[in-house]
C-alpha cells in the first residue's frame, strides 16, 4: 500500500534529465556514520571507481534500528547488508554492546526496508560485527559474529533457511567470517561497511527516493509566516463554488470522535473529579523516584501529632498502605493540597469520604476541613464516631468563598491514635451528577464537542513500558479499594478510579461509542522496563489467559446480567449491556514476528467468539515506512475491520497532503485516524495549525467512505504537568482553556453529516500553493435536515467565493454561520457566531485565514 504523491514526479523528471548520461552500473557502499554514536542509521554512497564516493543525502537514513527505548537504544552499529541469490538484500547489525541479539531487516530495493527482528543467539555475552553468507548446497544463510563478553568471548554462528527459524548457536572459528567489511572516505570521513556493483538504476532509485524525501519535506516545512513573501504578488482570490447534488455519498457518522490518553495528568488531577491527591497512601518510590508513601501530605501541628505508615490489617490486599495518626494534643491533623491546590467553588458542596478506625480503642470522630491560602476555614463538618474496625464514614462540606489553591485538613477531634485510609473529596456537582466522577466543566467542554466515540484508556498507556506495566482493565472494576494501581507510562500513578467503568458510563453520558483499546500481547517497542521493546512480548505460554481477559471484557460490557461477568457489571449499577461495538488491538506497534502473532491470535479469538465485533488493528506510529507497510499487510490479510493510523505532522503537510485518502482500496480495512494534529516548532497551537487540521478536515470528509473515525491526540493537560504538547485543552484546578484546535474539533462535531456531496470548485489563480490552500466541504445533516457548507481559506487574502447550490431546496433565507479566524500566530481566537443570507446562489467572502462553516435548512 505504498503511497507516493503526485508532487514527486516533479522530481523524478529532474532525476531523469540529470542522470541521462548513466553508467551501466556502479559500486554502492553501505555504511552507518561512524562519529554518530549508531544514531544515524543506514546510509548509502556510490561511486565508479571505488575512489571517489558521492554521499547519497548526504545525511540521508535509508533506515534505522527499531530496537530497545528511546535516548539509550534505537541504535544501529557495524551495519552488514547482504544480496542473496534471488535478490534479495539482507542487513544485519549489532544493536548495543550487551545484548544476546542481532538485528535483520529485508529490503527488494535497498530503499524500504521490511520488518525487523532481533533474534535471541546469545544466553550470555554479546553480538557485535555480524555477518551474512549463503550456503547454497543446504539453501540457508549462514550468520556470524563476535562476543567479547565474560566467558562468551570468541566467534559464534547461526544458520537460518529465512531469518525466522534460526539453528542452536554453534561456536565457530576465524575462518568462518568474511571479514569483508572495508575503509572509504564519504564527505573526508573514514566510513566502514560493505560494497556491492549494481546496476546503475538501484543507484537511480536510491538518489530519486532521497531527492522525492527532500521535496516533501520542503512543502511540509511551508509556514505561514512565510506567506506575505510567498504570496507577495496575490490580490484577493475570486472561487467558483458549485454543489452536485447529484454527485454524493455516504459517508461514516463517527467521523468525529476523541482520543482520551491518561497523559498530562488527563485522569487523576483532571478529569476524574478526585480532589485529594495520594488519597490511599499508596504512592511509592517504584512510580516516581521522589514519591513515598507520605507523598502530598504533611501536618498541621506536627509537634502534636506523630504521622506513620502501616500495612497490617488493612482495608484491602490491593490497597496495603494506610495512614496511622497519633494525637498528643487536639487541633494536630492532615494535610493535603490536592493537585497544584484544590479549586473550590463559593455555595458548591463537596462529599467527604474516608475508611476509617480508632486504633487504640477511644471513641474519636474526625473533624474535616477546607483552608484558603491564607489557612483561612472556607468550610467544615464533622463525621460519625469511628469504631475498633475499618468503617466509611462521609460528611459533606459546603463552601463558603472561591478558593483556586485550597486544601483540605483531617484533624482526629480527640487525642489518640487512628488510622485513616482512602481520604477522598468530591464536587457534588460531578458530570452528569454521578458518584465517584468526572471533573464538570472539562467533561462538559468535551461533550461540547459532539464526539461520536471516546478511545481509551490511552495509547501508550494501553501496551505499557513493559510486559508488568501493561494495562489491565479488570484492575480498574470494582469498588474503590479493591483497585490495583499502577505506575503510568508517562511517569506517576494511576490510580484506577477512573476505571472502565466510568469510562463506559462516561460514553453513555456523551451519547458516544466505547471504543477500549487494549495491547496486543506487546508492550510499547520504547519500553526501557523488562527488557527492550516487544522482545519483551507475554509468553505464548501465557497468550492463552491474555486473549481469555480480552473476551472477558466483551463479555462485562455486552454480556447479560447473569452472566459471570455481565454480573460485575451489574453490581457496579448497570445492569443492561453498554453495547460495545469497537474494540481496538495494538497502538501504534512495532510490527515485528512477535506482534503478529500475538495479535492474530486475539484477533481470531475475538472474530471467533463474537463475530460481530469492530476489531480495530494497528498501522503503526507513521504515515508511511515498515510498520505502516507491514500493518496494512496483515490488516488486509486477516481482513481487520479497520486499522489505526497515526501522525503528528507540520501544518505543511496537512496542505500538501489532501490527496492522501483518495488512492485508498473502498474494498479493504477502513480507516480509524486515531492520533493526529498539526505541529510547529515549540509546539504552539495557533491559526495556523487549528486552519490546516481544518483544511485537512475537508479532505477526510471527502473521504467519509473509507475513513470511518477520526481523533485529535492528546485531548488533555493540566498546566505545568506536561509530558506532551500541544494539547486539545488545557487546564488547572479552577480553570478549562480550549485551544483554537479545539474549536475546529467542535466545529466540525457539531456540524456533521452522513451524505458527501462533491462540488467543482475553480479559483481565479492556478498556482497549486494557492489551490491547496482552500478547502470546501458540503455534508447534509439528515437528522436536523441541514446542508453544511465548511469553507477554510489558509491565504493571506480574502477569498471572494461565489456558491451555487440550485441543485437543493432551502427552507429560508438565514442561514447560521460560524467563523474562526486570525492572525496565523493568534493563539486565543475563538470562533464567532452570527446569520447569513443564502440563497440558490449567493456569495460569501472569505477572510484571510479563516475557517466558515454555514448550516442551511432545507425543506
Known amino acids: 500500500m505504498k503511497i507516493k504523491s503526485y508532487l514527486f514526479?516533479?522530481?523524478?523528471?529532474?532525476?531523469?534529465?540529470?542522470?541521462a548520461n548513466e553508467p551501466d552500473s556502479a559500486y554502492?557502499?553501505?555504511?552507518?556514520?561512524?562519529?554518530?554514536?549508531?544514531?544515524?542509521?543506514?546510509?548509502?554512497?556510490?561511486?565508479?571507481d571505488q575512489e571517489n564516493w558521492h554521499a547519497i543525502g548526504p545525511d540521508f537514513s535509508f533506515v534505522k534500528s527499531d530496537f530497545g527505548s528511546w535516548g539509550s537504544q534505537k541504535r544501529m552499529f557495524d551495519p552488514y547488508v547482504f544480496l542473496d541469490p534471488d535478490g534479495k538484500w539482507h542487513a544485519v547489525w549489532t544493536l548495543n554492546h550487551r545484548v544476546t541479539q542481532f538485528a535483520h531487516a529485508a529490503s527488494d530495493d535497498l530503499s524500504f526496508w521490511w520488518r525487523q527482528s532481533y533474534p535471541y543467539v546469545m544466553e550470555s555475552g554479546n553480538c557485535l560485527m555480524p555477518e551474512?553468507?549463503?550456503?547454497?548446497?543446504?539453501?540457508?544463510?549462514?550468520?556470524t559474529w563476535m562476543s567479547d563478553r565474560g566467558d562468551e568471548q570468541g566467534i559464534y554462528m547461526v544458520t537460518t533457511p529465512d531469518f525466522v527459524n534460526y539453528s542452536d548457536t554453534q561456536k565457530a572459528l576465524e575462518k568462518d567470517r568474511i571479514n569483508n567489511r572495508r575503509e572509504f572516505k564519504v564527505n573526508d570521513k573514514p566510513e566502514t561497511g560493505t560494497v556491492y556493483k549494481v546496476a546503475?538504476?538501484?543507484?537511480?532509485?536510491?538518489?530519486?527516493?532521497?531527492?522525492?524525501?527532500?521535496?516533501?519535506?520542503?512543502?511540509?516545512?511551508?509556514?505561514?509566516?512565510?506567506?506575505?513573501?510567498?504570496?507577495?504578488?496575490?490580490?484577493?482570490?475570486?472561487?467558483?463554488i458549485k454543489v452536485k447534488a447529484d454527485d454524493s455519498k455516504q459517508i461514516s457518522d463517527m467521523l468525529i470522535g476523541i482520543f482520551f490518553e491518561d497523559i498530562n495528568y488527563a485522569a487523576d488531577g483532571g478529569l476524574y473529579a478526585e480532589l485529594v491527591q495520594n488519597r490511599d497512601f499508596e504512592y511509592n518510590s517504584g512510580i516516581r523516584r521522589e514519591w513515598n508513601h507520605k507523598s502530598y501530605w504533611s501536618l498541621e501541628n506536627e509537634a502534636d501529632v506523630e504521622f506513620s505508615i502501616d500495612t497490617v490489617n488493612p482495608i484491602h490486599a490491593h490497597n496495603k498502605y494506610y495512614a496511622v495518626l497519633d494525637v498528643k494534643k487536639t487541633g494536630a491533623g492532615l494535610v493535603n493540597p490536592g493537585y497544584d491546590g484544590m479549586g473550590i467553588t463559593a455555595g458548591e458542596k463537596y462529599d467527604f469520604s474516608v475508611f476509617a478506625k480508632?486504633?487504640?480503642?477511644?471513641?474519636?470522630?474526625?473533624?474535616?476541613?477546607?483552608?484558603?491560602?491564607?489557612?483561612?476555614?472556607?468550610?467544615?463538618?464533622?463525621?460519625?464516631?469511628?469504631?475498633?474496625?475499618?468503617?466509611?464514614?462521609?460528611?459533606?462540606?459546603?463552601?463558603?468563598?472561591?478558593?483556586?489553591?485550597?486544601?483540605?485538613?483531617?484533624?482526629?477531634?480527640?487525642?489518640?491514635?487512628?488510622?485513616?485510609?482512602?481520604?477522598?473529596?468530591?464536587?457534588?456537582?460531578?458530570?452528569?451528577?454521578?458518584?465517584?466522577?468526572l471533573r464538570q466543566d472539562l467533561a462538559q467542554t468535551i461533550a461540547d464537542m459532539h464526539p461520536r466515540f471516546v478511545r481509551f484508556p490511552g495509547g501508550c498507556v494501553a501496551h505499557g513500558n513493559g510486559i508488568d506495566n501493561i494495562y489491565k482493565w479488570k484492575n480498574t472494576i470494582g469498588p474503590l479499594e479493591s483497585r490495583i494501581q499502577q505506575r503510568n507510562t508517562w511517569g506517576y500513578n494511576q490510580s484506577g478510579g477512573l476505571g472502565y467503568f466510568e469510562y463506559f458510563q462516561?460514553?453513555?453520558?456523551?451519547?458516544?461509542?466505547?471504543?477500549?483499546?487494549?495491547?496486543?500481547?506487546?508492550?510499547?517497542?520504547?519500553?526501557?522496563?523488562?527488557?527492550?521493546?516487544?522482545?519483551?512480548?507475554?509468553?505464548?505460554?501465557?497468550?492463552?489467559?491474555?486473549?481469555?481477559?480480552?473476551?472477558?471484557?466483551?463479555?462485562?460490557?455486552?454480556?447479560?446480567?447473569?452472566?459471570?461477568?455481565?454480573?460485575?457489571?451489574?453490581?457496579?449499577?448497570?445492569?443492561?449491556?453498554?453495547?460495545?461495538?469497537?474494540?481496538?488491538?495494538?497502538?501504534?506497534?512495532?510490527?515485528?514476528?512477535?506482534?503478529?502473532?500475538?495479535?492474530?491470535?486475539?484477533?481470531?479469538?475475538?472474530?471467533?467468539?463474537?463475530?460481530?465485533?469492530?476489531?480495530?488493528?494497528?498501522?503503526?506510529?507513521?504515515?508511511?515506512?515498515?510498520?505502516?507497510?507491514e500493518g496494512w499487510k496483515i490488516g488486509k490479510k486477516l481482513g481487520v475491520d479497520l486499522l489505526d493510523e497515526h501522525y503528528y505532522v507540520p501544518p505543511g503537510w496537512f496542505i500538501y497532503n489532501q490527496d492522501y485518502y483518495d488512492k485508498y482500496d473502498r474494498s479493504g480495512p477502513k480507516v480509524y485516524l486515531g492520533e493526529y494534529a498539526s505541529h510547529l516548532p515549540r509546539r504552539p497551537l495557533n491559526i495556523e495549525t487549528a486552519l490546516s487540521e481544518a483544511l485537512y478536515l475537508t479532505a477526510i470528509e471527502r473521504n467519509g467512505d473509507v475513513v470511518h473515525m477520526t481523533s485529535y491526540a492528546p485531548l488533555l493537560a493540566r498546566e505545568h504537568r506536561t509530558q506532551w504538547n500541544p494539547d486539545l485543552i488545557y487546564f488547572n484546578s479552577s480553570e478549562v482553556?480550549?485551544?483554537?484546535?479545539?474549536?475546529?474539533?467542535?466545529?466540525?462535531?457539531?456540524?456533521?453529516?452522513?451524505?458527501?456531496?462533491?462540488?467543482?470548485?475553480?479559483?481565479?489563480?492556478?498556482?497549486?500553493?494557492?489551490?491547496?490552500?482552500?478547502?470546501?466541504?458540503?455534508?447534509?445533516?439528515?437528522?436536523?435536515?441541514?446542508?453544511?457548507?465548511?469553507?477554510?481559506?489558509?491565504?493571506?487574502?480574502?477569498?471572494?467565493?461565489?456558491?451555487d447550490l440550485s441543485d437543493f431546496d432551502l427552507a429560508a433565507a438565514n442561514a447560521k454561520l460560524s467563523v474562526l479566524e486570525g492572525d496565523p500566530k493568534d493563539r486565543d481566537a475563538k470562533p464567532a457566531d452570527s446569520s447569513i443570507e443564502v440563497d440558490k446562489q449567493f456569495t460569501y467572502k472569505m477572510d484571510p485565514y479563516s475557517f466558515s462553516v454555514i448550516s442551511i435548512s432545507l425543506k
Open 737 to 803: 482553556k480550549p485551544t483554537t484546535d479545539y474549536y475546529v474539533q467542535k466545529m466540525y462535531g457539531q456540524n456533521s453529516g452522513t451524505t458527501y456531496f462533491a462540488s467543482d470548485v475553480k479559483l481565479s489563480d492556478q498556482n497549486v500553493k494557492v489551490q491547496n490552500r482552500v478547502g470546501v466541504s458540503v455534508v447534509k445533516d439528515e437528522k436536523n435536515n441541514e446542508l453544511i457548507v465548511k469553507l477554510v481559506n489558509m491565504l493571506p487574502v480574502e477569498v471572494n467565493s461565489s456558491l
Open 200 to 240: 546503475w538504476s538501484t543507484i537511480d532509485g536510491l538518489i530519486t527516493d532521497m531527492e522525492a524525501q527532500k521535496y516533501r519535506d520542503e512543502l511540509n516545512n511551508e509556514r505561514a509566516e512565510d506567506d506575505p513573501e510567498r504570496f507577495r504578488y496575490l490580490k484577493a482570490v475570486d472561487a467558483e
Open 28 to 48: 554502492v557502499f553501505s555504511y552507518t556514520n561512524a562519529d554518530a554514536d549508531g544514531r544515524s542509521g543506514l546510509h548509502f554512497a556510490w561511486s565508479i
Open 9 to 19: 514526479v516533479i522530481v523524478l523528471a529532474i532525476s531523469s534529465f540529470v542522470y
Open 132 to 143: 551474512v553468507s549463503y550456503d547454497k548446497a543446504n539453501k540457508r544463510f549462514i550468520v
Open 358 to 437: 480508632s486504633l487504640d480503642g477511644s471513641k474519636n470522630s474526625l473533624l474535616i476541613q477546607l483552608l484558603n491560602q491564607n489557612d483561612e476555614v472556607i468550610g467544615e463538618a464533622k463525621t460519625k464516631a469511628l469504631s475498633a474496625k475499618w468503617k466509611k464514614l462521609s460528611a459533606v462540606i459546603k463552601a463558603k468563598e472561591n478558593c483556586v489553591k485550597a486544601k483540605i485538613v483531617v484533624k482526629p477531634a480527640k487525642v489518640g491514635k487512628v488510622g485513616l485510609d482512602m481520604i477522598s473529596l468530591f464536587p457534588e456537582n460531578t458530570f452528569k451528577g454521578r458518584q465517584n466522577g
Open 506 to 629: 462516561f460514553c453513555e453520558d456523551l451519547g458516544a461509542e466505547p471504543v477500549p483499546v487494549l495491547a496486543a500481547g506487546v508492550p510499547c517497542q520504547n519500553s526501557s522496563i523488562g527488557g527492550d521493546g516487544q522482545q519483551g512480548g507475554i509468553p505464548m505460554c501465557d497468550m492463552d489467559d491474555y486473549v481469555q481477559d480480552v473476551l472477558d471484557l466483551i463479555e462485562w460490557a455486552n454480556g447479560d446480567k447473569n452472566s459471570e461477568w455481565g454480573r460485575k457489571r451489574a453490581e457496579a449499577g448497570h445492569p443492561e449491556p453498554f453495547n460495545l461495538r469497537y474494540i481496538g488491538i495494538g497502538n501504534e506497534d512495532l510490527i515485528t514476528d512477535i506482534f503478529e502473532e500475538r495479535f492474530t491470535m486475539i484477533y481470531k479469538a475475538v472474530k471467533e467468539k463474537y463475530p460481530e465485533m469492530k476489531v480495530i488493528g494497528t498501522a503503526g506510529p507513521f504515515y508511511y515506512g515498515t510498520d505502516y507497510e
